[in-house]
């Protein structure tokens, strides 16, 4: 009888450790949130002016102003000759480099428009040696700040549950995302 508890106590350990290195659905899905990066760049309007802009100058105005409440933009007013505000301009900090990519375009600046947001995880396959899995996983993409300003036509998908694969490899401290 002991001998018996003994091999089922063995079995049941190996299993236990051997379950524990799988990558599961819950473990995959917080990593992602947090370490994948996939967005879709854009220029972004810079400039506004009342000449220009017309009767959207006000609007975008206080949308220009919201970013620098945020910590994203400075603005800078344009005055003409007569100390007449005409325009706002708008540069990125760092904090918009840091969290939205942004930098030099070519025409004005160039940031993330949306941010693919991972949501739900499909599948996860592993190799023969279970140390990397390629999980297949739905998001959507999601508007950030920036979304409203971008030049002339989006280039960025914004289907929801868009389907994307990533891989993972297995260290002595966990998974991460490759």
């Not at 959207?56 to 007449?84: D, H, M, P, W």
């Not at 993409?141 to 409203?148: E, K, R």
């Amino acid at each position: 009888m002991k001998k018996l508890l003994f091999a089922f106590a063995i079995v049941l350990l190996t299993y236990s450790c051997s379950s524990q290195s799988k990558l599961d659905n819950a473990t995959a899905l917080k990593i992602l949130q947090k370490d994948f990066k996939q967005s879709c760049k854009n220029d972004a309007d810079d400039f506004i002016s009342t000449f220009y802009d017309g009767p959207n100058y006000y609007a975008l105005e206080s949308y220009f102003y919201n970013l620098e409440k945020q910590g994203l933009v400075t603005t800078k007013k344009i005055k003409n000759r007569k100390k007449e505000v005409i325009g706002v301009r708008i540069r990125y900090t760092k904090k918009a480099e840091a969290e939205y990519e942004a930098g030099p375009g070519y025409s004005s600046f160039s940031v993330a428009m949306t941010k693919f947001i991972p949501k739900e995880i499909i599948g996860i396959s592993y190799q023969e040696d279970g140390n990397k899995a390629i999980v297949q996983f739905k998001g959507d993409w999601v508007h950030t700040p920036f979304y409203n300003l971008q030049i002339g036509k989006t280039r960025c998908n914004e289907e929801t549950g868009t389907s994307v694969r990533a891989s993972f490899i297995r260290f002595d401290t966990g998974w991460q995302l490759q």
